[in-house]
T-cell receptor
């Protein structure tokens, strides 16, 4: 069975500071990995995905994530936080048979001025 | 183009009543997924459709939950004899096919069972 662990239910940063959201996965097969963002009262929007091509994946809004097989990690980073980045972020792993997503519990990113 | 739409956006019902939740996927998307988001359980997979068939129903929590998809398009999730623990946001997603294709999510239906 696949699983995802997101460390930290809440992360607080100042505007302009580095954003680091942690994600570790468990999968018996090479995984497909995703980061989604959810703004209040909205659905999920894909930030980026890893599908066994380049290990450093660039996404929308200046976010990127690096797949590290040895650490079973897929951490999300952004060099400089913006107030508009405040949202909940979900890491997910895909089942390769039917592509159903298994999500982590989510990390709420708080950005202060 | 139009994204995934869901209706109603909010539904309040009494315990024991049946409810139907609707999902309109992006036109041409053959894969459709239902997920549930609740405070206690986070985001959980419910059911997957490829065309009108549901090869994976493993996430449905009980036999009170059922879903169908018609014409390879609209899907309806039905919950019979609703219970308070069914209160959650029900999210629908569609993708062009399965595999590495991106799943596009709708805004969800917030279900409250009193």
């Amino acid at each position: 069975a696949q699983s995802v662990t997101q460390l930290g239910s809440h992360v607080s940063v100042s505007e302009g500071a580095l954003v680091l959201l942690r994600c570790n996965y468990s999968s018996s097969v090479p995984p497909y990995l995703f980061w989604y963002v959810q703004y209040p009262n909205q659905g999920l929007q894909l930030l980026l995905k890893y599908t066994s091509a380049a290990t450093l994946v660039k996404g929308i809004n200046g976010f990127e994530a690096e797949f590290k097989k040895s650490e079973t990690s897929f951490h999300l980073t952004k060099p400089s936080a913006h107030m508009s980045d405040a949202a909940e972020y979900f890491c997910a792993v895909s089942d390769q048979r039917y592509s159903t997503l298994t999500f982590g519990k989510g990390t709420m990113l708080l950005v202060s001025p | 183009g139009a994204g995934v739409s869901q209706s109603p956006s909010n539904k309040v019902t009494e315990k024991g009543k049946d409810v139907e939740l609707r999902c309109d996927p992006i036109s041409g998307h053959t894969a459709l997924y239902w997920y549930r988001q609740s405070l206690g359980q986070g985001l959980e997979f419910l059911i997957y459709f490829q065309g009108n068939s549901a090869p994976d129903k493993s996430g449905l929590p009980s036999d009170r939950f059922s879903a169908e998809r018609t014409g390879g398009s609209v899907s309806t999730l039905t919950i019979q004899r609703t219970q308070q623990e069914d209160s959650a946001v029900y999210l629908c997603a569609s993708s062009l096919t399965r595999g590495t294709d991106t799943q596009y999510f709708g805004p969800g239906t917030r279900l409250t069972v009193l």
